[in-house]
């Protein structure tokens, strides 16, 4: 029978599961180091990412490119509040619909459209009588 694979999240590592891997893993130094700044940041409110600059992996590249990460807030990558290379400019909502979507606004059907500056143009009334 093969042998399944156990991933531990503390350590962002996948190994044979068997009983003497998983013991020699959980009790290993480093498990247990990264166990403990886990629940550290967990107790001080604080992001695991941020309470240790050994551990920090870097940026997000589908956050950096698209501005969109699939994962949200469980990506293992650090997802920057500003655009790193303009920290003043915000992008338009467009911008960042054509970024993600890989389509601009005008491809888009008139009810999907964001409204115009003005709003939306007034209905006519119409008496059903």
């Known amino acids: 029978m093969p042998v399944g694979k156990y991933y531990c999240d503390y350590c962002d590592k996948e190994f044979q599961d068997t009983p003497a891997a998983r013991k020699r893993h959980l009790q290993g130094i480093q498990h247990q180091r990264n166990r403990a700044l886990w629940f550290d940041s967990i107790t001080k409110g604080a992001n695991p990412a941020s309470s240790s ?21 469980s990506c293992k990558y650090l ?5 790193l290379q303009n920290p003043n400019a915000q992008a338009a909502p467009s911008d960042v619909a054509s970024r993600s979507f890989g389509m601009s606004l005008e491809d888009l059907p008139p009810s999907l459209r964001p409204p115009l500056e003005g709003g939306y143009p007034p209905l006519p009334v119409v008496d059903w009588g």
């Open 79 to 83: 997802h920057p509040k500003q655009n």
């Open 53 to 73: 600059e050994n551990f920090v992996k870097g940026f997000c590249n589908r956050f950096l490119k698209t501005g969109f990460c699939p994962y949200g807030d």
